[in-house]
């Protein structure tokens, strides 16, 4: 390894699509790693509004999300002088990686993603090219920028060994032009599952409000939620096999306290679920309500959001512009 290797700095990248409020799940699976890596790493963060429309939206709501989107981003901590901060569809050079990415991509992998399944069975009216594709722009975004890790919540997986793939072939076939990244998946909050199904991840699609915290739910709605979460008849706060509902709060309190599960049994030995599930909602609550009022306090702030968004633009879009040449050059394409 040379010299310039070893002192390379590790690159990471990741991206949130701008569908709905967040919930809980995105900030502990993917939102709040990303702060603690930007001290260690460079790092390149997006909201991805193009993979928000492989489902139908309205575009004015599309437009206010991806702006509220990169506020979040903002108010969660990350730190647009630190970190190249940006929205996908202002770096153009995402679509034009994707088509060379696509048409080294088998109909067969693609068809394997368990996302698509899902999704072209829950909007079976609209099962468009671009949903099926989709793994081939994520895996575009990914690889333009380099990045040796893309953190992510365990849902992801699957699409970024994809994007492994991709780059382990392409790099095969015309030489070396892709890092080949790694999926960062932090065990704590991995798969934070729904409040009211605990088998189901927490997701925002869901219908159920109560199945989820959303980054916008105030402290009393917080605290409400966790109190109407399922749990079990045994009242002991174990993680344990068939404890769905309790094994979920004891994650998502370990994920925002820092303690291990023995120290969580420990400090609720003899205590019922009520006051495990208060703790849980006090817990997150002080989590997220600085957050918010960030967030409440950027989004008045036009001038500053559109001068940060044009400036993670500017600085995404040369180093993808670096890349895709690469690319190119060696799939043949005169530059
Ligand atoms: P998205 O927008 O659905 O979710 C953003 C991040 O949140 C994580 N996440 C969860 N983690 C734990 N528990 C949950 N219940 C939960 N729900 C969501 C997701 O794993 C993700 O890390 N395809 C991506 C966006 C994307 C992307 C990329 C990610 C586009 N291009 C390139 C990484 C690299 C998506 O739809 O995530």
């Not at 594709?133 to 893309?150: E, F, G, S």
């Amino acid at each position: 390894m040379s010299e310039q290797q070893i002192e390379r700095r590790k690159r990471a990248l990741s991206c949130i699509q701008p569908t709905g409020t967040p919930t809980l799940g995105n900030y502990l699976g993917a939102l709040r790693n990303w702060v603690a890596m930007q001290e260690e790493m460079d790092c390149c963060f997006a909201v991805a509004d193009l993979h928000a429309i492989t489902v139908r939206q309205e575009p004015a709501k599309l437009r206010q999300q991806t702006k509220e989107m990169f506020a979040l981003l903002l108010a969660i901590g990350l730190d647009p002088e630190k970190n190249v901060i940006f929205v996908q569809s202002q770096v153009p050079q995402h679509t034009e990686l994707a088509w060379l990415l696509a048409c080294n991509t088998q109909f067969g992998e693609l068809s394997r993603m368990t996302q698509f399944k899902d999704k072209s069975q829950k909007h079976a009216d609209n099962i468009n090219l671009g949903l099926f594709a989709y793994p081939t722009l994520m895996a575009a975004d990914i690889l333009l920028y380099q990045p040796d890790y893309v953190p992510v919540g365990a849902d992801q997986k699957q699409h970024c060994e994809l994007s492994r793939d991709i780059a382990g072939r392409f790099n095969n076939l015309y030489g070396n032009t892709f890092v080949v990244p790694e999926p960062y998946i932090m065990k704590a909050g991995a798969r934070v599952r729904s409040l009211q199904d605990p088998t189901k991840k927490m997701s925002k699609s869901d219908e159920n409000q109560n199945s989820f915290i959303s980054l916008k739910d105030d402290k009393d709605t917080i605290l409400r939620k966790f109190k109407r979460a399922v749990t079990d008849s045994e009242a002991v706060v174990r993680y344990a096999d068939g404890k769905d509902g309790i094994n979920n709060l004891m994650e998502i309190y370990a994920a925002v306290t820092g303690k291990s599960y023995e120290e969580i049994e420990r400090e609720f030995d003899g205590r019922g679920y009520g006051d495990f599930k208060v703790a849980v909602g006090e817990a997150v609550a002080a989590e997220l309500v600085p957050v918010q009022e960030r967030f409440d306090a950027l989004l008045k702030d036009k001038a500053y959001l559109e001068e940060m968004m044009k400036k993670g633009a500017e600085t995404a879009s040369r180093i993808g512009a670096r890349t895709l040449a690469k690319a190119k050059k060696k799939m043949g394409f005169l530059l």
